[in-house]
């Protein structure tokens, strides 16, 4: 989940610390997929606050946390445009202050107490990845966050070489793990567009895209492909809704063809519709899964579409996946992805090849290998000595770890305890101050009717929420009818009992003010035929 604290103290100083990145990950082997998010227990027991948090790019696992804990900490957070965009829209759905999110442009420097901090431009699959220069007395320190070495990044500048031959030599390389065990070099997105644009000029009828919505350079490769095969764009989902719109306002998607509004794509021909869409790990809200359950609004998928995955299963994500694509098999649609095209994903992490090319830039005296799994921090700490690189140290989560002028040394191990945090949770956050006070009226009137899996919403749902903060109706219908299909209860009675601490729990996280909420659940009786 990516959260680094960084420490420093001269002779009879006290400690100074800053934190970078901060993020979560969605646990989809739990129920209702819950957040988890990292421990600070640890942090208050040694009475660690770090003065700033530093992020180096705009991914979910590097930022996805900083709403949840940066109130315990109420510290500057600096970040590239489009990470402090998203960020902005974090704290504003969680009613938090957006004062303390600073900006700083790719290859800018700052000071924090005695540190140091240059950010070095990267490629990465998001725009704006940078690594970090760390400098603390005479120590310095370069933290890589996630990155490749992209010869054709589509948006964006290739790495310069130079810049990084003028940081060498450095004491230590914290270094992304995620690909080391791979040989060569990682594919260019250059290349995915070229592959993209072959494969949607292959398809007949309707074309959905499925990849990450933060991969800006695949959503703009696709929207290329689809202009020149005559079919018009939409967006599908709102993770992709709101980076795309991010971005845009920073003027990176200037180039994009036109977007059609999702409502408009059912009135097109087939060969004539393309959609982006989140859901590639088979999220069980996603765009994607609500495709292949025939459950979206403006979108039904039929024999002869076609649906492309443009990423790879995240570990973990296998069985929703495979779950997803079967109900894709079973409504007939063609299936495009990495078991028989693997030219139509790029990863955005280094290979053995990228990797030595870094350090032979760098010269790093000691390697700290983060990022993946053991067997991967393990490749990568052989790889490391290969090149003559120390690298005494696999670490954990939990480690802290000295680096002095005797290299690196394990100072002590803290075990670390999930937290979890249910996403739909009404919980008050600390800072925020207030009471338990309504502001509005929300009155909802819903039919429903029993089935063999359980409860359907029949006919449209009444909704007046004119005296609320707003709201996105579309969103909540579909998260309602998702609700509905998990509720295993007999009565109507049971039904609401159990939707309404769930509807309270949405509302909560979606409005900026809770109101007063009125709920009232009606029952339609099937028709018996003769």
């Not at 070229?194 to 350079?217: H, K, M, P, T, W």
């Not at 845009?248 to 009135?267: A, E, F, N, Q």
Request: with cysteine; charged share 20%.
């Amino acid at each position: 989940m990516n959260l680094n604290l960084y420490g420093y103290a001269e002779k009879e100083h006290e400690d100074r610390w800053i934190a970078v990145d901060c993020g979560m990950m969605i646990r989809q082997d739990l129920p209702d997929s819950p957040l988890q998010v990292p421990d600070l227990a640890t942090l208050d027991t040694l009475g660690i606050a770090p003065e700033a948090l530093i992020i180096t790019h705009g991914h979910e696992d590097h930022i996805g946390a900083a709403a949840w804990l940066w109130p315990q900490w109420g510290c500057p957070i600096h970040a590239t445009p489009l990470a402090a965009g998203l960020l902005r829209a974090k704290f504003a759905e969680r009613g938090l202050s957006q004062s303390a999110i600073h900006v700083i442009e790719p290859g800018e420097a700052l000071s924090v107490g005695p540190f140091g901090l240059r950010y070095l431009p990267l490629t990465h699959s998001i725009p704006e990845s940078c690594a970090l220069l760390i400098t603390a007395g005479s120590h310095r320190v370069l933290h890589t966050g996630d990155w490749k070495l992209d010869p054709e990044p589509l948006i964006g500048p290739a790495v310069e070489a130079e810049l990084y031959r003028a940081l060498a030599p450095v004491d230590l390389v914290v270094g992304d793990s995620t690909n080391a065990p791979l040989p060569g070099h990682s594919r260019s997105e250059g290349e995915v567009a070229d592959a993209l644009a072959r494969a949607i000029e292959g398809c007949q009828g309707r074309v959905v895209v499925s990849c990450f919505a933060s991969n800006l350079a695949r959503v703009l490769a696709i929207s290329r492909a689809a202009e020149r095969c005559g079919r018009r764009v939409a967006l599908m989902g709102r993770s992709m809704e709101r980076m795309v719109g991010v971005a845009r306002g920073l003027g990176y998607l200037d180039d994009m063809p036109p977007l059609v509004p999702i409502s408009d794509m059912g009135y097109l021909p087939p060969q004539e519709v393309l959609v982006i869409a989140t859901g590639s790990q088979g999220e069980p809200r996603a765009a994607l899964s609500r495709l292949a359950r025939g459950r979206h609004p403006h979108v039904e998928l039929e024999a002869g579409d076609s649906v492309i995955f443009s990423s790879k299963a995240i570990p973990g994500n296998e069985r929703l996946i495979e779950r997803l694509k079967r109900g894709l098999s079973h409504l007939g649609v063609s299936l495009l992805d990495e078991s028989n095209h693997a030219e139509l994903h790029a990863s955005g992490h280094p290979a053995q090849e990228e990797l030595a090319t870094l350090y032979g830039w760098t010269r790093p005296r000691h390697l700290l290998p983060v990022h993946g799994e053991p067997r991967h921090q393990q490749a990568h700490q052989s790889l490391a000595q290969s090149l003559d690189i120390a690298a005494p140290l696999i670490p954990r989560n939990g480690d802290m770890i000295r680096l002095d002028g005797e290299g690196l040394h394990l100072e002590a191990r803290h075990a670390q305890t999930p937290r979890i945090i249910h996403q739909d949770e009404v919980a008050r956050l600390p800072g925020l101050g207030g009471g338990e006070a309504r502001h509005g009226q929300l009155h909802l009137a819903l039919t429903v009717m029993a089935t063999d899996q359980g409860w359907t919403r029949i006919g449209r749902l009444l909704l007046d929420a004119s005296e609320t903060s707003p709201l996105d109706e579309d969103a909540f219908i579909d998260w309602l009818d998702d609700c509905l299909d998990d509720i295993q209860v007999e009565s109507l009675a049971d039904l609401r009992l159990a939707l309404r601490p769930r509807m309270l729990a949405w509302f909560g996280d979606h409005l900026r003010r809770m109101p007063e909420i009125h709920l009232q659940i009606l029952a339609a009786e099937a028709e018996v035929s003769g």
